[in-house]
DNA sequence: TATAGTTTCCGAAACGTTTCGGATGGCATC
DNA sequence: GATGCCATCCGAAACGTTTCGGAAACTATA
């Protein structure tokens, strides 16, 4: 069983307590207007706020308390235009209107938001009308300088986008990474690879012979490095007697996910195994299975991906990978915000998922002998998940 | 069981198909540009981009052909400036940093983003840095002028956060609403007090006399009309013997919510009927009946509310009322569009939440006795659970 | 041929901020 | 008393757009 990793804090929770709101002077809060009754200049004003050493300290004061009984707070628009930077960060909402929600949604602005908040910026989301692709919005954000910095997620195997922002030269982080050559960019990802891989030698210490993956149809990275990361794992096994079933489903589309669950459920060989790259597959699998009266874990071990909510409520409890979204979106701003800091090094992190055990694994058909032969149990996966804090991110850039 | 209300549509998923990305001429992409290189007014490219009438059609082509060569796209701070205007609409970020993550949040930016991504406008989210309130962080955005309106949620029986925004005269639209005598703003809202009350209806006619209900400690508006509403039909039913205990726990905790619910079950006269005032405090009451060797729903039928994805893989599975926020937050986006666009009148909107029978509801003691005198079983519920399209949404204001 | 009306275009101001390049005055130094 | 050096302040330009109030040229009307 794995806990809640964050803390719950319902101090100020319900928002301010007492404050000045209301100024009667309904004046326009302008430095202009600001500078009159002061009867200073307009550039004294302004470098007074900015924190300028070129004004004295006894007019700071002043200014600084006008300001604040006039509760003046500066427009944005022509400091944007005068900076030219808009103090936001662009997420590209992963989402059309009809789409699914992505379960990452509220985890990735979690995330995001927390990280940025600390620094005084702000997250800007652009939406993707029905009639325009993704990359015009994109484009049409950093043209127009609604964004200084963009967090991408979903990338696709080749990204377009991340092409862009390259040869653009905006800052920016994505989650995920491609496969193009263009690898000069920074990132954060999972190490799926790893996990397959480590997963696989797990499962065949524990007895299991026949797996079965359910995976993807959209040519994401992820799946990719996924896949590979098992099928390396089982080749360097080297053992003729392992077999593989990989079946491709839609991600989202919860209705074409069935038929190809029973299918792999009922082949005549069943995998004793079953592994799946997302946990919404996973849980299927457990729905069907249960509804084909295949026992789990007894007669199959299930395997997620992500450690999602639900997956904790099911039963028994999906046994999964814990990817936490929130501390990568989190991380994410903190790279995007170091970098426009002017530090310009792109930083590329992997980070290792921990297997969080739950109900649904086993011990295989060849149970008996794997716990003479193999020591690989006590290496490939600890028993203790280890926990986000102590998680190993491996820098590779 | 209730399915996904949203189709999935993966065409364009992975972003936009070929288009003319790189233009070599480095120059600045500015009206005056373009209007030079057209050897025209700035004034009149404008007015041609702008889609006004004193330009000459073939004019007009010519802007809009070395616009769309340029890949022009207007400066939006210079925008913003001039008009006054942003485009964005403002969301308030209901956490804060060590917060628990609100499960609804991916919700809201769904639902608002594709109602705002119809109009072209954008989404702004609105950090709080641990040092500051909300109410300082709003003001700010407000003053700043980041966000022509404002969508605000977790919205308490008193919230000074809604009164600054009346008093400032700022468009914005809230989910939930308050308590207080300032009633003349636009909100949307679930009818908790016609759920509940319906929910006793139902749940007295199957048999049931001893309720329990896990409130919560935060002042929200839902939690007094929730308890309100049971508490009227309760009184309005007129049964000496019918009793009600309430425990209320901070709504985030997830820890301090387990002795309170144990507490609950382990009364002398236990309820034979738990209701929650929302899903996890459900699952909470699931997962400590299970522990406690108490069945569900032989001994005890529990009725949570919100349908999260976990109320669908718990065993059994949680019978609960459906309130779709991401409908909601769609409708918020919509409200507020039409007061942006000059339709200033405010509207206020109840929806009526849905109850989704699962597992976890089952006749109370008094089954016989009720299925011959009541006749309230046809009335209070409707066995079909509604769907989103069907639902009643009442108009009020 | 004047006159009025229409079409098409443009100059210039305005939005509110930041910042460059001085300007002013006071003070110590030679 | 001229010189240089600070400390403190300010004028004005610039950012890129929208829009008001014309202006010019052409067409239709008297």
């Known amino acids: 069983m794995i806990l809640s990793a964050f803390n719950v804090n319902l101090i100020g929770f319900f928002g301010a307590r007492a404050s000045t709101v209301t100024k009667a002077t309904d004046k326009k809060r302008t430095l202009k207007a600001l500078a009159e009754t002061l009867e200073l200049s307009v550039t004294t004003v302004s470098r007074a706020l900015g924190g300028y050493s070129d004004v004295a300290p006894g007019t700071r004061a002043r200014v600084l308390e006008a300001a604040a009984n006039a509760d003046y707070v500066p427009n944005s628009a022509a400091k944007m235009l005068v900076t030219g930077r808009s103090g936001f960060v662009g997420f590209m909402l992963p989402l059309r209107e009809t789409a699914v929600l992505d379960p990452f949604l509220g985890e990735y602005i979690a995330g995001l938001s927390s990280g940025l908040s600390e620094r005084g910026r702000d997250l800007f989301m652009a939406t993707v009308p029905a009639n325009q692709s993704e990359l015009t919005v994109l484009q049409h954000v950093v043209e127009s300088g609604r964004a200084d910095a963009i967090v991408l997620t979903r990338v696709a195997e080749h990204d377009e986008r991340v092409e862009y922002l390259i040869r653009r030269g905006i800052p920016f982080v994505t989650h995920g990474r491609t496969l193009s050559e263009q690898t000069d960019y920074s990132w954060i990802d999972t190490d799926g690879y790893k996990a397959f891989a480590d997963i696989f030698t797990w499962l065949y210490a524990m007895g299991h012979r026949r797996f079965g993956l359910m995976s993807i149809t959209e040519p994401m990275t992820f799946r990719t490095h996924r896949e590979e990361g098992f099928r390396d794992a089982m080749q360097a096994q080297g053992d003729a007697d392992t077999s593989l079933v990989v079946k491709h489903v839609p991600r989202f589309d919860t209705e074409a996910r069935v038929p190809a669950v029973r299918a792999m459920l009922a082949l005549e060989n069943r995998p004793t195994a079953v592994l799946s790259l997302t946990d919404e597959l996973a849980l299927c699998v457990l729905t069907q299975a249960a509804d084909m009266g295949i026992a789990v874990p007894e007669q199959l071990t299930v395997i997620g991906f992500d450690n999602i909510p639900a997956a904790d409520y099911a039963t028994p409890g999906l046994t999964t990978f ?67 804090e102590a998680a190993s991110d491996q820098s590779v850039g």
């Open 322 to 388: 814990d990817q936490s979204i929130r501390h990568a979106a989190r991380q994410m701003s903190t790279m995007l915000l170091d970098m426009l800091d002017g530090h310009t090094n792109t930083t590329q992190t992997l980070i290792m998922p921990s297997l969080v055990k739950r109900g649904t694994h086993a011990p295989g058909p060849m149970a008996a002998v794997a716990t003479v032969t193999s020591p690989h149990n006590q290496d490939a996966l600890s028993t203790e998940p280890t926990n986000y």
